[in-house]
Every structure is written in structure tokens, then in C-alpha cells.
């Protein structure tokens, strides 16, 4: 019986996300991007985070071993965000 290495696959996932509570002017833009790249970095399995501050929009690496896109998505959830799935593609 042969065993199977168990091969990290590394996704990439684009995700707007938007501020519920909050109007989006500029004047707390690079907080909120600095807020959610510490905050999504964190999570175990998250290789990479990119936060563009205008626009929400959040371009993510992550091991699909060590963590689920939902879990990821929660956590931008707790934070009081809503967060929209622009595209999803395995880059390892």
C-alpha cells in the first residue's frame, strides 16, 4: 500500500470587502487596510495578504491544508465587513 505525501496546494482568492458600518471616505482608508492585512494574516495557512485602502479590494494566498476560504471569509465578517468573491484559482 502506498502512501501519499500529502501535496500543499496554495490558493489565490480575490475578495472585495466593504465596510458595513461605515460610509468609505479616505479619511480611515489606510487604517481599515492596515486593520485587515494584520488581522487576515494571522490566520494559520494565510501566506499572503494585499489590501488595496481605496477600493476593499483583497488579494489572498492561502494553504488549503491548514485553512478553508470560510474561514477566512469569517473572519473579515467579525471585523464588520461584507465581503463579495471576485475570483478563486489554485496557484500551486
Known sequence: METKEKQ???????LIALKTDCTGCSTCADFKADNLTHAIARLNGVTKVKVDEITGKTTIEYDTQKIILSKITERFEKLGYKVELV??????
Open 8 to 14: 500543499n496546494k496554495i490558493e489565490e482568492v480575490i
Open 87 to 92: 475570483s478563486r484559482e489554485e496557484i500551486r
